[in-house]
């Protein structure tokens, strides 16, 4: 069912021992079944991603994938206990990363909420380590 919702998205990088969080508030369709989420919002100038369109899906809450398309390109692949090389396009241009997932957790039926937990690197360097989660602050209205 598809729904429109404000969410709450919160980043964590943690990059050589310094940690760095933020929130950002955005409107969002999201469309949940039993076993599948999609949550797709358009980016803007505080993602630094202005003019696209960013879409996560979570499937049988063991994958997922982000892709951001417009002005910025990208597309992430997240598994459980895996690891993937990932396009990720910036403003500056576009290169290769790997992504191991430690964990995803879609509780977005339950209790509006998303949450991963990941590793990034470059050239097989860790870039940083990566926590996201979504909230539906209003959930209690359900999806």
């Given amino acids: 069912m598809k729904k429109n919702q404000i969410i709450s998205l919160v980043s964590v990088q943690i990059e050589d021992g310094e940690r760095t969080e933020s929130e950002l508030f955005t409107d969002a369709v999201i469309d949940c079944t039993t076993n599948n989420s999609i949550i797709r919002y358009e980016d803007t100038e505080a993602t630094g991603f202005e003019g696209s369109v960013t879409t996560i899906k979570i499937i049988n809450g063991r994958e997922a994938t982000i892709m951001r398309t417009g002005s910025s390109n990208s597309f992430l692949t997240f598994e459980t206990g895996k690891k993937h090389y990932c396009q990720y396009g910036t403003p500056f241009g ?32 860790k870039l940083s380590d990566n926590e996201i989660t979504i909230t539906i602050p209003d959930f209690k209205k359900g999806l």
Avoid: C, P, R, W
């Avoid at 430690?102 to 937990?117: C, P, R, S, V």
């Fill in 94 to 125: 576009m290169f290769q990363m790997g992504v191991y997932t430690h964990a995803i957790k879609d509780t977005l039926l339950e209790n509006g909420k998303l949450y991963m937990k990941y590793t990034l690197d470059v050239n097989a360097s």
